[in-house]
């Protein structure tokens, strides 16, 4: 059973970046499309990213296309959400999730079972 791992969280200032990182554990990263979901208070969550197992194929979701990006390091098991430009908006708990999924990925939150454990970005000045 995959399990993941999350870091990279914290409080950034508007305009600021920030990297947060996903690892697996029991089971090899490219076995594996990658997503990024989030959860802002009070909304339900919503996926934002996400990149197929052999990472040719990513998807991103358009409140934060062109400013977050998403990567994966295979041989370190880790997948890597990459965030630009932040604003007030994205302060959320982001969490990934894998799904078994050959060539393609999807932001569709039932399909996947194996999810990080959740960790707070905050946007504030």
């Known amino acids: 059973q995959v399990q993941l791992v999350e870091s990279g969280g914290g409080t950034v200032q508007p305009g600021g970046s920030l990297t947060l990182s996903c690892t697996t554990t029991?089971?090899?990263?490219?076995?594996?499309?990658v997503a990024w979901f989030r959860q802002a208070p009070g909304k339900p969550r919503e996926g934002i990213l996400c990149?197929?197992?052999?990472?040719?194929?990513?998807w991103s979701e358009a409140p934060v296309r062109g400013r977050f990006h998403v990567s994966r390091d295979n041989a370190k098991n880790t997948a890597y959400l990459h965030m630009y430009g932040l604003k007030f908006e994205d302060t959320a708990v982001y969490y990934c999730?894998?799904?078994?999924?050959?060539?393609?990925?999807?932001?569709?939150?039932?399909?996947?079972?194996?999810w990080g454990q959740g960790i707070q970005v905050t946007v504030s000045s």
């Open positions: 999730a894998v799904e078994r999924v050959p060539a393609t990925c999807y932001l569709v939150e039932r399909r996947y079972a194996s």
């Open positions: 029991g089971s090899a990263l490219d076995n594996y499309a």
């Open positions: 990149m197929s197992d052999d990472g040719l194929y990513v």
